[in-house]
Nanobody, 121 residues
Framework: QVQLVESGGGLVQAGGSLRLSCAAS?????IGWFRQAPGKEREFVAA????????YYAYSVEGRFTISRDNAKNTVNLQMNSLKPEDTAVYYC?????????????????WGQGTQVTVSS
């Protein structure tokens, strides 16, 4: 089974940027990024299909975050700009066999361990 490992989290001031990476141990189809803040449910952030030709974003991050993938390296990146304190959360990448870019958490069956993103005000 494919394994996913996130990296790139850290502490940044509001308005700053971070780039998260999701490295897969093998070929994946569609990848999504999700986040979970303390005391809140896990929520969808962004997704990309296998070719990179279809992307989908949560309203809260659209225009600030960009998801991309490099299939030659089996990696998916999440570029996060104009970060806000409310973006603070543990960020997870997940894989699904669903061919499109979807925000449906139930369709994702492989999850990484997460990486912490903290945005200070």
């Amino acid at each position: 089974q494919v394994q996913l490992v996130e990296s790139g989290g850290g502490l940044v001031q509001a308005g700053g940027s971070l780039r998260l990476s999701c490295a897969a141990s093998g070929r994946t189809i569609s990848i999504g990024w999700f986040r979970q803040a303390p005391g809140k449910e896990r929520e969808f952030v962004a997704a990309i299909n296998w070719s990179g030709g279809s992307t989908y974003y949560a309203y809260s991050v659209e225009g600030r975050f960009t998801i991309s993938r490099d299939n030659a390296k089996n990696t998916v990146n999440l570029q996060m700009n104009s970060l806000k304190p409310e973006d603070t959360a543990v960020y997870y990448c997940a894989a699904t066999r669903y061919p499109g870019s979807t925000g449906n958490t139930r369709l994702y069956n492989i999850w990484g361990q997460g990486t912490q993103v903290t945005v200070s005000s």
